[in-house]
């Protein structure tokens, strides 16, 4: 069996540092890893409408800006198929076919989905489309054959959903869809990176991001405002870096280069660690030294961005061609599930032959 890859991101604004170590840098290393046979990059347009469907003008230019990172980030359109999720419209169709194999408690039981709609104080009235998206990325997963989906932890109960509804299929159907797998960062402080202000969730609504696509003095000025133990008054106090977001970060981004690099003081982050838990250094040095971590790690994204940004028509050609891949894949995918639910009734010529018998 083919090993292929379906993962995306909703285009509600630029993306930050949690979808890099969350899902993005991934992506790219597999993309370049020479493991998979396909690779496919959705912008989930249509998922992000469903929440801000008053606001089509914003999902569609923040597709440019998804589109940007996603191209400064490293993924190359020669080895992944970068699309956009409305213009497949066979998706749709796999929806509304699947959604007569979930139930409406069922959805109401997803954790993902519960979450999402206390956030968007959704509670008293829930738009359908939202509430259903879990069916939805069912179909954009199963359309394309995927076998493994790189996301981040909060998106465990949607695949688990998606392994639900492909099971049910097969099961009902005969053996038609792929199950596939979850692929969770191996760093355990990227699986859900906070924010700046020590929130449990990096959220662009709550303005607590550090953007890729930030400026060198913007990221500056985030990591220098960034919580951190509030009980660290003092130098000399012990510190606790648990659940202390600059050493979460440090765990997300540091490596023992950059320790030879910016702080040879410190063999590499543990004795970093050790150092702040007995007292002794100060908050403002540890935030220093995350900045010149992050400051390298984004500096080639922030070239990259710059140069396509002055290759906008190329950025949507590459979204075109994407697209016109992600279509025709979707289209076979489509032919054999209404082939295994038995409505492809002018493609079955067995099934025209055996009324043809009936009938004389």
């Known amino acids: 069996m083919s090993k292929i890859i379906l993962t995306g991101d909703r285009p509600t604004g630029r993306l930050h540092v949690g979808h ?23 912008i989930a347009d249509a998922q992000a409408l469903t929440d801000n469907a008053d606001q089509p003008e914003k999902v569609r230019q923040n597709i440019m800006e998804v589109a940007l990172d996603y191209l400064s980030a490293g993924l190359d359109p020669e080895k992944s ?4 999720q409305s213009v497949v419209s066979e998706l749709t169709e796999l929806t509304f076919y699947y959604s007569n194999l979930v139930t409406v408690s069922r959805l109401q039981r997803n954790p993902t989905v519960k979450a ?5 104080n959704f509670e008293a009235s829930i ?47 005969g053996e038609t869809l792929v199950m596939p797998d979850i692929l969770l960062p191996d760093n355990k402080a990227c699986l859900r990176l906070p924010g700046i202000d020590g929130k449990a969730k990096m959220s662009k609504s709550l303005g607590n991001c550090i953007y890729l696509s930030d400026t060198e003095q913007d990221v500056r000025k985030k990591v220098m405002s960034m919580f951190t133990d509030p009980g660290h008054l003092r130098v000399e106090d012990p510190g606790k870096t648990e659940g202390n977001p600059v050493f979460i970060y440090l765990e997300a981004f540091s490596r023992p ?3 030879a690099q910016f702080w040879p003081d410190y063999a590499g982050l543990d004795e970093l660690k050790a150092h702040y838990e007995r007292g002794g250094l100060g908050d403002v040095k540890v935030k220093k030294f995350l900045n010149k971590v992050l400051q390298a790690e984004l500096a080639p994204i922030r070239q990259r961005r710059k140069e396509w940004e002055k290759r906008i028509p190329d950025v949507y050609e590459i979204l075109r ?23 492809n009734y002018f493609d079955d010529d067995a099934m025209i032959r055996e009324q043809e018998e009936k009938y004389r």
Do not use: W
């Open 20 to 42: 890099y170590v969350g899902s993005l840098r991934r992506r790219v290393e597999l993309q370049n890893s020479g493991e998979y046979d396909k690779i496919f990059i959705m």
């Open 81 to 84: 198929t970068i699309f956009i």
């Open 116 to 120: 999402e709609i206390q956030m968007r």
């Open 127 to 173: 738009p359908v489309g939202f509430f259903t998206y879990p069916i939805s990325q069912a179909a954009d997963i199963t359309a394309f054959k995927a076998t493994t989906v790189p996301v981040g932890e909060d998106q465990m109960p949607m695949l688990e959903q998606c392994r639900e509804i492909v099971h049910k299929f097969n099961t009902v159907y």
């Open 257 to 259: 280069e950059h320790f």
């Open 321 to 343: 061609e994407g697209s016109r891949e992600a279509c025709a894949v979707a289209a076979d995918t489509l032919k054999e599930v209404k082939a295994a639910m038995r409505i």
